[in-house]
């Protein structure tokens, strides 16, 4: 069956399916919404490959599909932008290590890892396919030998890395409010963090990490209005219609994400 036909048909029985109707539209919008970004990410690697073409991790051989979420914005290098900045002084700060839980195919792991060739990156995702697409991805990039990859993080495993200069990197679905919890795992109290905080999926993780952590890191709280910007936009994404530009950075997110930026003062 064709992607085409694919859609069609799940569309036909989101339609038919008992329920509330606005739902159902919703649900429809963002059903057309991913097979139109499908479409153009084809277009994207027919011109470009999988090459990552700006942001901090400009260079970066990727790959042609996502373990999960988007794609798209991952090439154009518009990826999760707000954080840019901060990702840019996680370099400049030339860590030892870097703790990527919920790592995913390796974007940040492997990306990181080829701009700091000094720093460890141990990547850690509870998907299988994840953990493999990652050393593959690791592997394609020349850093495997600094990228290991394993599943399960438990809060007394932070224990193994206090008193080190870490960064931890944290993107866990809302889980993170069971595993950063500084009374369970104290060495979090002297580590830097980078958590994305899944306000949609957990309501009040976000004061909650920030109640957690504000008396021993200094805060910054990185919101994120879906906004991208392209400095040096393909050709071909120029000729797009205006719908697919916004489409092609759309990070199909289904509700405020932000991220907490923490910097430990001791």
């Known amino acids: 069956m064709s992607l085409q036909d694919t859609i069609t048909a799940q569309l036909q029985a989101q339609i038919a399916a008992p329920g509330d109707a606005q739902a159902k539209l919703n649900n429809s919008l963002r059903l057309l919404s991913k097979w139109r970004c499908v479409l153009i990410q084809n277009t994207l690697l027919q011109q470009h490959g999988t090459q990552v073409m700006a942001g901090p991790l400009q260079g970066l051989d990727f790959l042609p599909q996502s373990a999960e979420g988007c794609h ?16 840019e002084r996680v370099v400049q700060l030339n860590y030892p290590l870097i703790l990527n839980i919920g790592c995913a195919e390796g974007y940040y792991a492997v990306g990181l890892a080829r701009r700091m060739p000094a720093t460890k990156v141990m990547a850690y995702d509870l998907n299988p396919v994840a953990q493999e697409v990652c050393r593959t991805l690791a592997d394609k990039n020349g850093v495997s030998d600094r990228v290991s ?28 409010k069971a595993l950063l919890d500084p009374q369970r795992a104290p060495a979090l109290c002297h580590m830097d963090m980078i958590v994305e905080s899944h306000e949609c999926l957990v309501p009040g993780i976000t004061n909650l990490l920030i109640e957690r952590f504000q008396h021993t890191h200094e805060i910054n709280l990185v919101q994120d209005n879906g906004q991208r910007t392209l400095p040096q936009a393909p050709e071909w994404f120029s000729s797009l219609a205006n719908l697919d530009q916004l489409l092609a950075v759309w990070e199909w997110r289904s509700g405020p994400t932000p991220w907490l930026v923490m910097s430990a003062r001791s």
Request: glycine share 10%; proline share 9%.
């Open 149 to 176: 990859v394993g599943a399960l993080f438990r809060p007394d495993d932070f224990a193994a890395y206090d008193g080190q200069k870490v960064l931890l990197m944290c993107d866990i679905e809302g889980a993170e």
């Open 72 to 87: 798209i914005p991952k090439l154009l290098g518009c990826y999760e932008q707000p954080l840019h900045p901060f990702l």
